[in-house]
């Protein structure tokens, strides 16, 4: 839940849509008055306009299907609660600290592999569209030539351009 | 028009909030009727494209309880 809601707030989203509560089947008052938070919360933010949002929401569902946030959020726990096998155990905030600049970086390749679908783009094509600065774009992509999943393709005039090899 | 009212979507859990859910309305507790359930088997049944399909398809909220 806390990743889904980084990577949300990372794409422009407020955090706040989505909320995590805990209610026994005993509460029926609790559950009413949480109705009344809930939608209360969800007021204040208006409404959600999806079609402003479908590039971000693309990119945020395959940046959670990426092998390494699945791999991190599931070690997370482990990481922060038990010993390695020198009996030390990694500072709590390392972790946290390693998993939001995965986040950040699977989003970032997220995007940029939605946007190369419909076919090869320059860095500031790239840039424009997803409208992360060029300087970020030109790393991302490095990340991702360098994991087999994007590549240079032509030039155009003296324009490089490069294409996804993802799926 | 109407006044806006936001589409929440509900995940609750069978044994939990699903639960509590109905002992609401069998309590006959007034809360607003902006919410749609859906029922999960277990909290842990959720998954983030569970969130991303509901604002993909116009929630204006999502909301996981367990």
Redesign the interface.
Same mark, same amino acid.
């Given at each position: 839940?806390e990743?889904?809601a980084k990577l949300l707030e990372l794409a422009g =989203?407020k955090r706040?849509?989505? %909320? #995590?509560?805990?209610?026994?089947?005993?509460? /029926?008052?609790?559950?009413?008055q949480?109705?009344?938070d809930?939608?209360e919360?969800?007021?204040n #933010? /208006?409404?959600?306009d999806?079609d402003k949002? %479908?590039l971000q929401?693309a990119a =945020?569902?395959r940046a959670?299907n990426t092998r390494r946030l699945r791999w991190l959020i599931g070690m997370e726990h482990h990481l922060q609660n038990h010993d390695n096998v020198y009996e030390t155990r990694t500072n709590p905030d390392l972790v946290i600290e390693t998993l939001d600049e995965a986040i950040e970086s699977e989003y970032h390749k997220g995007l940029l592999l939605e946007v190369l679908k419909d076919g090869p783009l320059s860095v500031r094509e790239m840039a424009e569209k997803t409208g992360m600065p060029v300087y970020t774009v030109s790393k991302r992509l490095n990340e991702l030539e360098s994991d087999g999943m994007a590549e240079f393709d032509s030039h155009e005039g003296t324009t490089p351009k490069f294409i996804s090899l993802a799926a | 028009m109407s006044e806006w009212e936001p589409k929440i979507l509900a995940f609750l859990c069978n044994w939990c909030s699903y639960g509590a859910a109905d002992l609401a309305g069998v309590s006959r507790m007034q809360y607003p009727p902006n919410l749609r359930v859906i029922r999960i088997p277990c909290s842990g049944r959720m998954s983030p494209k569970f969130v991303l399909s509901a604002f993909m398809n116009g929630a204006d909220g999502v909301w996981v309880s367990g």
């Open positions: 839940m990743v889904v =989203i706040d849509r989505v %909320q #995590l509560r805990r209610v026994s089947a005993a509460e /029926g008052a609790l559950f009413a949480y109705v009344n809930v939608s919360t969800t007021a #933010l /208006g409404p959600f999806k949002y %479908q929401l =945020i569902e959670c | -």
